[in-house]
């Protein structure tokens, strides 16, 4: 029954992160078209190149979602499962990110200055990007957290980027519109900072994870803190643990208070229960007692 019961959290937890990116998908493909548009119709080469960065946005948010459905393939190849594929697109969406602010310091610091035409029609899709990504950006982190998902967690920080440049082409609008296009080249460089700063973070987390690095201390002290009530517990000799993807794979050297080896395996069974059932996530329990 637990076992079933974990196997149709893991299906339900799979596809709404499928459902998410396709969200993602959805938003990056509206974005795109209505800054091309937008630019093209008020004249502002930064919002038509912001426009066109949104398509590389859109081919990221793609490479999110073919992540998420291949990290939930069976394959005899890979015994422990193809989770870490989460973590390979968030490696890649951290590139992404970097390219991105690459792109922005470079289009706006060393770009030729272009005169605005229509200004109300600029501004209007602005503030409609700047709406859209900042508000799905907190939702779709906010999910991301909720499933402990790498991948839509670097979807989110790459969406967010968005909305700095959003905030970066309004004020060079302005700054063109008004006569003080230095303005624009200040403004740059803050945001692209915020920018590879957040392609950092999604980077060490990716990298971290990829080559086995252990829990984090809140999830051991966690564990500690459930094998303390369990008082056939005489020692915690060692834990362990890695993640990959979502899910977190734990390992246990024990001593127990036990001569029978069919209590201490029960005991061993017990712990793992609940670990799994106490910490979302838990992958999988390795037990081992003396």
């Not at 296009?181 to 700063?197: G, L, Q, R, S």
Request: aromatic share 8%.
């Amino acid at each position: 029954m637990e076992k079933t019961e974990t196997a149709n959290n893991k299906v339900l937890n799979h596809n709404e992160k499928k459902k998410i990116s396709l969200y993602s998908v959805g938003v990056n493909l509206v974005l795109s078209l209505i800054k091309i548009v937008g630019g093209m119709i008020s004249g502002s080469a930064a919002l038509t190149a912001d426009g066109v960065h949104s398509l590389s946005d859109l081919a990221a948010s793609l490479s999110v979602y073919v992540g998420i459905v291949i990290s939930n393939k069976k394959s005899d190849l890979f015994p422990h499962g193809l989770y870490k594929v989460e973590n390979l697109v968030a490696l890649v969406s951290a590139f992404a990110i970097f390219f991105a602010g690459y792109e922005i310091a470079k289009d706006v610091l060393f770009g030729e200055a272009e005169p605005i035409k229509n200004l109300p029609v600029a501004i209007g899709v602005i503030g409609i990007t700047v709406l859209i990504t900042y508000l799905y950006s907190r939702w779709e982190k906010q999910k991301a957290i909720e499933l402990n998902s790498p991948s839509l967690l670097a979807d989110a920080e790459h969406i967010k980027t968005d909305f700095y440049t959003a905030l970066v082409v309004l004020v060079g609008v302005l700054g063109q519109y008004f006569g003080y296009p230095i303005v624009e080249k200040i403004a740059v460089v803050v945001v692209v900072y915020f920018i590879f700063h957040s392609g950092f973070e999604i980077l060490k987390e990716a990298i971290k994870v990829l080559l086995d690095a252990s829990l984090d201390h809140e999830t051991m002290d966690n564990i500690r803190e459930i094998l303390k009530e369990e008082p056939k517990v005489k020692e915690v000799l060692h834990i362990t643990g890695r993640n990959a993807g979502s899910f977190k794979f734990v390992q246990l050297d024990l001593s127990l208070d036990t001569d029978s080896l069919k209590e201490a395996h029960a005991l061993a069974h017990d712990i793992e229960s609940r670990i799994k059932a106490q910490m979302p996530f838990v992958e999988k329990v390795v037990v081992h007692y003396q």
